[in-house]
């Protein structure tokens, strides 16, 4: 039904209200009047268009065209002629890049998630309102302010933040009374009883590859008193299962999403299958690096990923079909060495490098005989300009590797163990690493 209001009534309605934008009129037909509204306060212009339709008793809806996450307002008005309103940032606005955009899309979808359950519906981006993210203030704590999430995220952002809050409110509504948390001092929490574990257990873990999420859902039946008996990293790792289980400890790693939002458990371990097995290995008899080779098409290539001439950054690389999937450093490649019962590779390359380079390159020559397959002769050959610090560097600690994973009297299971592990912590998926959703 249309309003008792004529389309060209609208707009000096609303100017009067609207003295710090840019109304610009982007479409006047026999049937549609859009116009565009750009402020650096998007989301308190639209809440003040819209409380003022609201007093004069004109109603309006959501827009019926696609212009972005943020949305708009339509009214169809007497003469049948349809009012579009869209709220755009000015063009000097945005979110920055790096570490700051970051900050700004995590805990946008934490606000966005607040209202959600706060509202206790799916939401639009109608409902991203100063006055809402007032009232469910109490749902989230993060480190970065309202204003900035309201009027400087990016629409493809605001899109991605309103479908990740509706998957998480029907996968989640209903199983308790939930605050979203990015950046807040119960992070800390939990990444403070992580570094305790680790540091107890002489563990060298990225923080990240134990536990990937971007947000946290905690709920009000959780207690920090679960964490404090915990002295070993599997021992965190079994309560964290244990509390996601129980959905009050809910750990969320974010990745923009277009078009539909699908979300999945990870390091559940009960249900996870063995998935890889050793296929072999390349080295050649020039390049820096050498693969482990599994199953399925996988590698994981071994090499020094430091810049320039430095003697660092030895890791391994997930390279899959489609793209790469992940690294793991020196640390944690011997830590699953030393797990399994084997040698670990040492790690003195750089100072054996600097002080004896001569005797690294004969363990290396043992290595292009057995893995290579080159004679004395063909050693012999080599391109002085090839043997550089940083390829003995590498290519020594790749020789070390394959000398354990070849090692005549290792089993063939534990070395299926072994690499799969290798490829379970590269990818984030290791016993090593705690049970959280993937929100994508």
């Not at 100063?130 to 309201?150: A, C, G, M, Q, W």
């Not at 309103?162 to 605050?179: D, H, I, Q, S």
């Not at 750990?251 to 996870?272: H, Q």
Request: charged letters at 30%; a positive charge; glycine letters at 8%.
């Amino acid at each position: 039904m249309a309003n008792l209001v004529t389309s060209e009534e609208i707009l000096p309605l609303i100017e009067p209200i609207l003295s710090n934008a840019n109304i610009i009129n982007v479409k006047d037909t026999s049937g549609i009047l859009e116009y565009r509204i750009e402020s650096d306060d998007r989301a308190v212009d639209r809440e003040k268009v819209e409380n003022l339709l609201s007093s004069k008793r004109i109603t309006y809806g959501e827009l019926t065209r696609k212009v972005g996450g943020f949305g708009g307002s339509e009214i169809v008005t007497f003469d049948m002629r349809t009012v579009r309103i869209i709220y755009k940032l000015k063009s000097n606005k945005g979110s920055g890049g790096g570490a700051e955009a970051t900050t700004l899309t995590e805990s946008a979808q934490c606000l966005y998630a607040a209202i959600a359950f706060g509202l206790n519906r799916i939401i639009t981006s109608n409902d991203i309102t100063p006055d809402n993210v007032k009232k469910y203030s109490n749902l989230f704590d993060i480190d970065e302010t309202n204003e900035r999430i309201l009027n400087e995220l990016p629409d493809e952002w605001v899109e991605s933040s309103l479908l990740g809050a509706n998957k998480l409110f029907e996968r989640f509504k209903g199983k308790g009374k939930y605050v979203f948390h990015r950046g807040s001092s119960e992070v800390d929490k939990i990444e403070a009883a992580f570094k305790r574990v680790s540091k107890n257990e002489n563990v060298r873990i990225n923080i990240n590859k134990w536990n990937p999420s971007d947000i946290w859902m905690i709920s009000s039946d959780f207690s920090f008193d679960f964490f404090d008996k915990e002295n070993t990293i599997l021992g965190l790792n079994q309560v964290v299962q244990e509390k996601l289980e129980e959905n009050i400890l809910i750990g969320v790693s974010l990745k923009k999403i277009i078009g539909t939002a699908k979300i999945s458990v990870k390091n559940v371990f009960r249900d996870m299958k063995t998935c890889k097995y050793y296929a072999g290995y390349e080295y050649s008899k020039k390049s820096i690096d050498g693969y482990v080779l599994l199953t399925g098409g996988t590698k994981i290539q071994y090499r020094s990923f430091g810049s320039g001439d430095g003697l660092t950054g030895f890791q391994g690389e997930v390279k899959g079909s489609n793209a790469n999937q992940g690294k793991i450093s020196l640390g944690p490649t011997n830590l699953i060495l030393k797990n399994h019962g084997q040698k670990t590779i040492p790690t003195n390359a750089a100072k054996r490098v600097k002080e004896e380079p001569d005797k690294v390159f004969a363990d290396i020559s043992k290595g292009l005989k057995k893995y290579a397959r080159m004679t004395d002769s063909d050693i012999k050959k080599i391109d002085p300009k090839i043997i550089t610090p940083k390829f003995l560097y590498s290519k020594l600690q790749v020789t070390q590797l394959l000398d354990i994973l070849e090692r005549k009297l290792l089993k063939s299971d534990k070395r299926n163990q072994i690499v799969e592990d290798l490829y379970l912590y590269a990818s984030s998926q290791s016993k090593y690493s705690s049970a959280y959703y993937k929100l994508e």
